[in-house]
């Protein structure tokens, strides 16, 4: 359905975005009105492309003020529908693409909400410096849309969040004024922190131009392995050791199953078995340190006794780039893996480390019960306790009937989500996939909450309305 926008809202926008600001072309539009998996495609009467702060601005005053409904966009790899229009105005931030600052000193840089990770990182690197958001889309998700996803990523064990990564930001909010809260600060204990709602709000508050972001050393020290387990209680006792043998050190604790595994060797070119033997289950291992070899050496200490005492099986590590890369190319297609073999039910879901093994037995079981036959492919940041559960048709079975049944599945792994303390959403957000499923889990004094400050900052509810409460 296409939210009918006046012709003079349609006219004004067109004269403050200028020539090369706007388009109504079916073709420039398609890519962006079309989710990856082809799971959500949406339309737009009108698709604006701000080149800065003030026309974005310009842009959400005149819809505030109509009433006109906008759906930000940054690079469209968001997996919950938020970033897709469903006749909502389209605001993409893909010109706004500067690096306006990277400070060594302060350890900071100040980049705008078009730049995709990948050119932050590398803006952080041509200083020295990283900024440690490690993504699989990190090509094309931007930094706006990491932040109003709060997004996670692999490397979260050691740095956190992107809410913790994120020191001030410069937003459009909903009536149109701009917020400049771009501060580089450590410590700011000022009261309520806005950026801190904006971040995760998946385009709800407003529209984010620009952020200041924390940057790290580069650790000369780094090590990679894979690691053959017979289950994820044992995988949680490596993680255990491993975070003793090195300190601070582990970056990386990635989980994948030997479905999994099967996945990618059949549908992805260039994979290979990381080991010998088949195992059940594997962890992918990164460590890190600022001292020359130090990562290295606990790695193979750890290694070497997890063996000794049986807790694992097998282990390779990698021994160049290509290797370690290797490793992570078979974890980073668990999910483009997954696409030929037909309709899943995907989960992304956390709960306390300690319960992890516990959720993958209980959802286990609970599936196999309820879809006989179905293939689970568990995957993921299990050393944050995020595991990203997708339950597969049976082979050779029928995608339909899958699909049909997916709202019941997913309910049964979300009860047990729930009841063990965890959340239905670890990292992708809510978007339009589970806003109405979050209502069930969320307590009604806090969903009041949450509705009277969008209220208060959105009266008219003009920003991405059908996402969040
Ligand atoms: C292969 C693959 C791997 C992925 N791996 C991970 C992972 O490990 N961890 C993880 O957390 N996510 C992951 N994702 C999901 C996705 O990449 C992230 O959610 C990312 O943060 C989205 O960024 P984007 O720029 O593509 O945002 P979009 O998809 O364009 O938008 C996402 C949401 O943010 C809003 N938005 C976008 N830009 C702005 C802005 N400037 N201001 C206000 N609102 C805005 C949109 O309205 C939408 O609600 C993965 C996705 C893919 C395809």
Redesign the pocket.
Known sequence: MTIPVPADVISRLKAVLGEGGWSQDPERLAPKLLE?RDRWSGQTPFLALPGSTEAVSAVVGICFEAGVPI?????????VG??IPMGEILLS?ERLRAVRDVDALDDVMVVE?GVTLAGAHEAALAKNRRFPLD???QG???I???I??N????AVLRYGTTRDLVLGLEAVLPNGEVWNGLKRLRKDNTGYDLKQLLIGA??TL????AASLKLFPILPSRAVAIVGLASPRAALDLLARAKEAAGGGVEAFELISRVGVDFALKNIAGQRDPLAQTHPWYVLVELASGEPGSAEAALERLLAQALESGLIADAAVAQTKTQAQALWSLRENQ??AQKPEGATWKHDVSVPVSRVADFLDEAGAAMTAFAPGCRICAFGHVGDGNIHYDVLRPDGGDDGAHSAARDEGSRRVHDIVARLGGSISA???L?AMKTQEALRYKAPVEVAALRAIRAALDPKRIM?PR?HF
């Open positions: 990856w759906t930000p966009q940054g690079g469209n790899t968001g997996l938020g970033q931030t909400a993504l699989a889309s094309t998700a931007t706006g849309g990491v109003s996803t997004a996670g990523g692999t998946e385009g407003g529209v984010v131009t999910s483009p990292e992708h957000g978007g991405n996402v």
